[in-house]
């Protein structure tokens, strides 16, 4: 008899995933008597071995997770070799080859109400404009306090991406004139799609399109309307049932701003202008006032120190710029560059939002695995139950792409699904932000329709890409089965504006164009998707399995079979296939639902197709 485990397998690992602290954790390993069986743990202070016993059949061991969160590494050691690997089938080797294993605090928890959200993503500029003549008198008023703007005289127009108005490089300082108001005129078209959560990107006063340059966190940008204009739209969202969550961008600020004021705009003094400025501390400067540290070397975005003291009480205190806009009606943040932040700063981030409001959500920008990434020589975990609700899940989105131009085959989006199923802690695993689009990457029309990774190429080699009607045409297709894939998963799906209107573009600033409608079937059919979300809580928070019929054929299994959702509340029952199938000609499948209490389910899926089949 060979050696076996299998960390996918639920009959080796008891409970299957993440654990919480204190849990007690069972492994089964699978071989022959007699022989020396260890379980090895590799906790954050130190290695420790368990004896595992044989029960007759297998080898079985336990153990109780740390009570602290951790991130922590498991294998086994057979007669002195070791037997693992990082995922799936365990082999035998000569180094240690360790499972990661993600402890999570027990207390966790993650707002109910995101769980079952659909997300709406809003580049403000660019969605649309109610009030034209206001949008040009606070353009006149930037002009006047000599910053540099250009305001397009029409909704067609192409933003700029090249050195203009005599400037030696490109500033995106070029606007269309959305506005908060506007956004507020479009909720019933919002609504209509079926979104419950508009996420916007950054409103407040800054001087580029993007806003990540912040020049006062306590004010509206004037180009977008008032402080009051927000609190009205937050009052008429909730009225069509809607949230809204804000973009905080903490690591850093603008350097034309209320805090630095490189330019000498503002009446105070900030810390590029006097030692005893209040904001001086915020800064590391290298040599005053000239040199100081900045966000990726632009000189424009100085760096904040987070963990000042009077710079933390200022974005985290009762007083703060988080419990401010929550009180003027947000429901959550989106943090920017989460993973730049230090996870002290995160920590108090969330103290100061659940302080407020227990359902306030937090959601943060980390691109890569939450559980074990390393950012600047650190290693960091997102998803321990102390700093993030959700992460927007970028890779996810590569692994779609991936799949859809042949570079993924369907075992292998399975394991990565099954992969983030068992490294995510349940409540964030459930409400991670499952995008395909958003302003940091090309348009997922464009990204569909060739089978070139547009993030690898510059932006010139971008716009030379041909995109040929019938590439386009086939895109769309493409970009249904996406979206059905997506509104599968557990998670909340996230459509970035315009997505669902068939909007193209590739990479920044052409990600960005200003909102128009124009692809009925493709708005309908994501209409139709949240509708479907919104009638069967299974697709939200029931338990999902995942299969491979074939390299082309992906099946997810999603079920509520006991009245109960994953999380033990009262949900209404149901079972629902949903079948993604790639390439050319029908594909035949047989799926065993034995897991959510039905037979076999067998059926022919077309070419190039997603559907989501209810069983029961």
């Not at 402080?227 to 903490?250: H, S, Y």
């Not at 000042?308 to 985290?316: A, D, G, H």
């Not at 949900?571 to 065993?592: F, H, I, K, Q």
Request: charged share 25%; aromatic share 14%.
């Amino acid at each position: 008899m060979n050696w076996y485990y299998h960390s996918r397998d639920p009959r080796h690992k008891s409970p299957f995933g993440a654990v919480r602290t204190n849990e007690t954790v069972s492994f089964r390993v699978d071989g022959v008597p007699s022989a020396m069986a260890e379980l090895l743990l590799y906790l954050p202070d130190g290695p420790k071995t368990v004896p595992m016993e044989w029960d007759g059949a297998s080898y079985r061991a336990s153990f109780t997770a740390p009570n602290t969160p951790c991130r922590m590494g498991y294998g086994f050691r057979i007669d002195g070799r070791y037997f693992g690997a990082e995922s799936g089938e365990a082999r035998f080797s000569d180094a240690p080859q360790t499972y990661g294993l993600t402890v999570y605090d027990g207390a966790f928890e993650t707002p109910e109400w995101f769980r079952h959200a659909v997300v709406y993503q809003i580049f403000p500029d660019r969605f649309f404009c109610a009030d034209r003549k206001r949008f040009l008198n606070a353009a006149a008023d930037y002009r006047a306090a000599g910053r540099p703007i250009f305001t397009h005289a029409s909704w067609d127009e192409k933003p700029f991406y090249l050195p203009h108005g005599g400037a030696k490089e490109y500033v995106p300082d070029d606007y269309f004139g959305g506005d908060l108001s506007g956004i507020r005129e479009k909720l019933p078209y919002i609504a209509s799609l079926g979104v419950t959560c508009i996420y916007l990107n950054p409103i407040f006063a800054a001087h580029s399109n993007h806003r990540y340059n912040t020049a006062d966190y306590l004010s509206i940008d004037p180009l977008l309307g008032t402080n009051a204009d927000f609190t009205a739209l937050c009052e008429a969202a909730k009225a069509f049932g809607i949230r809204i969550v804000l973009d905080g961008v903490f690591s850093h600020t603008g350097d034309d701003s209320v805090y630095f004021d490189r330019y000498h705009r503002y009446k105070t003094h900030g810390a590029c202008e006097s030692k005893d400025s209040p904001y001086y501390p915020w800064y590391r400067f290298y040599e005053y006032p000239n040199t100081y540290e900045c966000w990726w070397n632009f000189d424009t975005l100085p760096d904040v120190e987070e963990n000042e003291p009077s710079y933390t009480e200022f974005i985290q205190g009762e007083n703060g710029v988080l419990k401010t806009w929550l009180k003027n009606g947000a429901s959550g943040w989106r943090l920017d560059v989460a993973d730049e932040l230090p996870d002290s700063f995160i920590r108090g981030v969330r103290r100061s939002i659940k302080s407020f409001d227990p359902d306030a959500v937090l959601i943060g920008e980390v691109w890569e695995d939450p559980t074990n990434k390393v950012a600047y020589g650190e290693m960091r975990c997102y998803c321990q139950g102390d700093t993030l609700d959700s992460v927007m899940n970028y890779p996810l989105r590569t692994a779609v792409l991936d799949f859809v131009h042949g570079r993924m085959d369907a075992y292998a989006l399975r394991d990565f699904l099954i992969g983030q199923q068992m490294n995510y802690p349940k409540p964030l695993y459930y409400s991670l932000m499952n995008l395909l689009g958003s302003h940091d990457v090309p348009r997922l029309k464009n990204s569909l329709a060739v089978p070139q990774d547009l993030r690898a190429l510059s932006r010139a080699e971008q716009l030379l890409i041909d995109f040929t009607p019938a590439d386009l045409r086939r895109a769309v297709t493409l970009e249904k089965l996406c979206a059905v894939l997506q509104f599968s998963l557990p998670g909340v799906p996230s459509i970035y504006y315009g997505d669902e209107q068939g909007m193209e573009g590739v990479g920044d600033p052409f990600n960005r164009l200003p909102f128009r409608e124009g692809d009925g079937e493709l708005f309908a059919h994501y209409a139709k998707l949240c509708a479907l979300r919104a009638s069967a809580p299974a697709l939200s928070t029931g338990e999902a399995k995942f299969y491979a019929e074939s390299g082309d054929v992906l099946v997810v299994l999603r079920y509520i079979t006991d009245g109960r959702d994953v999380f033990g509340d009262s949900a209404e029952n149901g079972v629902y296939l949903c079948v993604l199938t790639r390439g050319v000609g029908p594909r035949a499948y047989s799926v065993d639902c034995s897991a959510a209490g039905l037979g076999v389910y067998s059926g022919t899926a077309a070419p190039e197709s997603g559907e989501i089949i209810r069983l029961r």
